[in-house]
Nanobody, 133 residues
Framework: QVQLKESGGGSVQAGGSLRLSCASSGDIYTSSRCMAWFRQTPGKEREGVAAIHTGGGETYYADSVKGRFTVSQDNAKNTLYLQMNSLKPEDTAMYYC?????????????????????????WGQGTQVSVSS
């Protein structure tokens, strides 16, 4: 079973940057899968931030982070990244990485379903990001 572990969260001022990492316990990049970053604040639903299809590297973003966040992967290190620039106070949240539950739907399925919590079968424990104004 895949295990995921996020790191890289912290406290920054508005306009600053952070890079989150998501290390996987297994070699999940041998099969093309949809991997995503979500975030959640207390009392709100978990929302999709960005995703990548590991087969072809296609990326997807929420409108609120387009142009500021970049999702990437390092297959050799079994690690997913989220580079976050120009951070805003509204980016404050717990950030989670997740990997698609089988059966894997392919790139077009990832494009259509990447922001749906129910499509993902394994989650990390989260890393806190706090942005002050």
């Amino acid at each position: 079973q895949v295990q995921l572990k996020e790191s890289g969260g912290g406290s920054v001022q508005a306009g600053g940057s952070l890079r989150l990492s998501c290390a996987s316990s297994g070699d999940i990049y041998t099969s093309s899968r949809c991997m995503a970053w979500f975030r959640q604040t207390p009392g709100k639903e978990r929302e999709g931030v960005a995703a990548i299809h590991t087969g072809g590297g296609e990326t997807y973003y929420a409108d609120s982070v387009k142009g500021r966040f970049t999702v990437s992967q390092d297959n050799a290190k079994n690690t997913l990244y989220l580079q976050m620039n120009s951070l805003k106070p509204e980016d404050t949240a717990m950030y989670y990485c997740a990997v698609e539950a089988p059966p894997y739907g392919g790139a077009r399925y990832c494009a259509a379903r990447w922001s749906k919590v129910g499509e993902f079968g394994a989650w990390g424990q989260g890393t806190q990001v706090s942005v002050s104004s």
